[in-house]
């Protein structure tokens, strides 16, 4: 069911987890604080097989193209596993495990699986995708909508990251292929950070949360004003064909982000 909902506990976090819609964090609280984006297309959700955008919806495996819908036209953006409903595995107080298996309109058969655990200070997210089938090209990362202010009169978040490069993006929203200084904000786009993801998000005199991941990719949009968003992934958009990572019946495609907070 769409509205079915696992809430994880540990100390005074609270975490709820959406199978039924896309496999994803519908919230996460620190001491009743909600610091994600509510709404049934936000919190955070999984980005599967593919993350961020696609361009025309078309990418090459071999001599084969493949065709996506285009849910973002003219391109098709953040995968196929967010639009159906996931399986619990399991779940106990402080983790949930779920699973999805690809389907149409995804070109091949594999297995997605989730963990999500919760300790009273830190969410760790790792997925990963299997195939006993045929090998496919692959992308693994998280979409999170963290609110850009805290409510009570609070200041808004600061971003705080220091990438190497920033992917420069055409007036089509994806890569060129060139490496450009970072720029400021606000973004659309996507940074490289080859030591690994680390963003410090900063709610003065609220929360600090620091969002990391040994992949060293990470998108950022921040041109709503209702949330910023924090994206780290296994490789840039439109990376299907520009980088592809290949899932082989004896290789799984396996990634983890890593949300540690603590009060200011």
């Known amino acids: 069911m769409r509205t079915e909902q696992i809430t994880l506990t ?12 896309g496999g994803r964090v519908g919230g996460l609280r620190v001491g009743g604080t909600e610091l994600l984006r509510q709404g049934e297309r936000f919190g955070c959700f999984p980005m599967v097989p593919w993350c961020g955008r696609i361009r025309d919806g078309r990418f090459r495996d071999g001599a ?16 196929t596993a967010r639009d159906g409903a996931w399986k619990v595995a399991r779940h106990t107080g402080a983790e949930a495990v779920l699973t999805y298996d690809l389907v149409e309109p995804w070109p091949y058969p594999g297995r997605v699986t989730q963990a999500v655990a919760l300790t009273p200070d830190s969410l760790s997210l790792t997925m990963s995708v299997e195939t006993y089938d045929a090998s496919f090209p692959a992308q693994i990362g998280w979409h999170p909508w963290f609110n850009r202010n805290l409510g009570d009169g609070g200041q808004d978040v600061r971003l705080d990251f220091t990438p190497a490069w920033q992917e420069e993006r055409g007036d089509d929203h994806l890569p060129t292929g060139n490496r450009v200084e ?16 680390d963003v410090t998000l900063t709610w003065p005199g609220r929360l600090e949360l620091k969002v990391t991941s ?21 490789g840039p958009p439109d990376g299907l064909n520009t980088l592809p990572r290949l899932v082989t019946p004896l290789e799984p495609l396996e990634a983890t982000t890593v949300w540690t907070w603590h009060r200011l």
């Open 10 to 21: 540990a100390g005074d976090a609270e975490v709820d987890v959406l199978p039924g819609n």
């Open 64 to 79: 084969e193209v493949r065709q996506m819908p285009l849910n973002a036209p003219p391109h098709a953006i953040h995968g």
């Open 182 to 197: 970072p720029r400021p904000g606000p973004w659309d786009d996507c940074f490289g950070m080859p030591g690994g993801v």
């Open 214 to 234: 040994r992949e060293e990719w990470v998108v950022v949009y921040d041109e709503q004003e209702a949330a910023v968003c924090v994206e780290p992934q296994t």
